[in-house]
Nanobody, 115 residues
């Protein structure tokens, strides 16, 4: 089992930056894939970014070039660096861990980008 704790959300002006953190209760080096999803009000949850155990990353087209996902296996934490934020990035951001058998979710952290 994996417990995930997100932090780093908040209110930021358009063009600003935030860094989200997801601390895992298990060694991230043992987790097959970790990802950040987001869900805006009235919309379906979507993948923002993911990183696998080999360090390969995947990004939604809408965040490419602005967001960077990274794994810190020494501290069992995954980060999402978000730059050049836009109002349309406003959403609840949730961390996901997939160990190849089970999928685990954190409670989420709210990101609000004002104009």
């Amino acid at each position: 089992q994996v417990q995930l704790a997100e932090s780093g959300g908040g209110l930021v002006q358009a063009g600003g930056s935030l860094r989200l953190s997801c601390a895992a209760s298990r060694r991230t080096s043992s987790i097959k894939n970790m990802a950040w999803y987001r869900q805006a009000p009235g919309k379906q949850r979507e993948l923002a970014a993911s990183v696998n155990r080999s360090g390969n990353t995947n990004y939604a087209d809408s965040v490419k070039g602005r967001f960077t996902i990274s794994r810190d296996n020494a501290n069992d934490t995954v980060y999402l660096q978000m730059n050049s934020l836009k109002p349309e990035d406003t959403a609840l951001y949730s961390c996901n861990a997939d160990d190849g058998i089970w999928s685990y979710w954190g409670q989420g952290t709210q990101v609000t980008v004002s104009t």
